[in-house]
């Protein structure tokens, strides 16, 4: 089981960005597909991005943020990264990151980390 902390998380302001960082550990990413989830205050949890394993070749975005948002991997650093740009006041929530080992396109997620706060005030 691969464990994994995100970071980079906090208050900025509309417009501004911010790179959040998935540091894992136990097991080497290279071998999951990785994916960046969000939960608002009082709404379920949606998919953000996502990175397909290996070399991260290919790459899915809800439509919400794409062309703002980035999700890379560094495999050597066992790290995967979301690059937030243009932030809006609706991206505020809870961040998590999430490894599988079924693909990156795929509602089963099966291990998580524990989130970082972004809120972003307009």
């Known amino acids: 089981q691969v464990h994994l902390v995100e970071s980079g998380g906090g208050l900025v302001q509309a417009g501004d960005s911010l790179r959040l960082s998935c540091a894992a550990s136990?097991?080497?990413?290279?071998?999951?597909?990785m994916g960046w989830f969000r939960q608002a205050p009082g709404k379920e949890r949606e998919f953000v991005a996502s990175?397909?394993?290996?070399?991260?070749?290919?790459?899915y975005y809800a439509d919400s943020v794409k062309g703002r948002f980035t999700i890379s991997r560094d495999n050597a650093r066992n790290t995967v990264y979301l690059q937030m740009n243009s932030l809006k006041s609706e991206d505020t929530g809870v961040y998590l990151c999430?490894?599988?080992?079924?693909?990156?396109?795929?509602?089963?997620?099966?291990?998580w980390g524990q989130g970082t706060q972004v809120t972003v005030s307009s």
């Open positions: 136990g097991r080497s990413i290279s071998i999951y597909a």
């Open positions: 999430a490894a599988n080992t079924v693909g990156y396109i795929t509602p089963s997620w099966n291990s």
């Open positions: 990175i397909s394993w290996g070399g991260g070749g290919s790459t």
